[in-house]
């Protein structure tokens, strides 16, 4: 069983940075797409930074880039995403995702994705 565990989040003042964490047990992270996800109320789960199986491919939303950095560290099994310059409208539930199949490329919908954390809360106050 998979299991991923994030944690982070909090409270922080526009242009302030926080840094995700996401622990994986029960499967190595090593060989598979990993990503973040954040969903605001009332809206839909978005992607926001995914990263190749190998770590040399990453995606972005065009919303965050500059600001945010996925990355992936397969011996502690850990993602994180580093967050900066963060603004109001990146308040809400973010969460790591990882498949199930070892993609060869990555994929924008959260259906697509098999294995979610619990979701860790953001909230930037202007």
């Known amino acids: 069983q998979v299991q991923l565990v994030e944690s982070g989040g909090g409270l922080v003042q526009a242009g302030g940075s926080l840094r995700l964490s996401c622990v994986a047990s029960?499967?190595?992270?090593?060989?598979?797409?990993i990503a973040w996800f954040r969903q605001a109320p009332g809206k839909e789960r978005e992607l926001v930074a995914g990263?190749?199986?190998?770590?040399?491919?990453?995606y972005y939303a065009d919303s965050v880039k500059g600001r945010f950095t996925i990355s992936r560290d397969n011996v502690k099994n850990t993602m994180y995403l580093q967050m900066n310059n963060l603004k109001s409208e990146d308040t809400g539930v973010y969460y790591c995702?990882?498949?199930?199949?070892?993609?060869?490329?990555?994929?924008?919908?959260?259906?697509?994705?098999?294995?979610w954390g619990q979701g860790t809360q953001v909230t930037v106050s202007s």
């Open positions: 995702s990882t498949p199930r199949g070892r993609w060869t490329r990555l994929y924008n919908r959260a259906d697509d994705y098999d294995y």
């Open positions: 029960g499967r190595t992270f090593g060989g598979y797409v």
């Open positions: 990263i190749s199986w190998g770590g040399s491919s990453t």
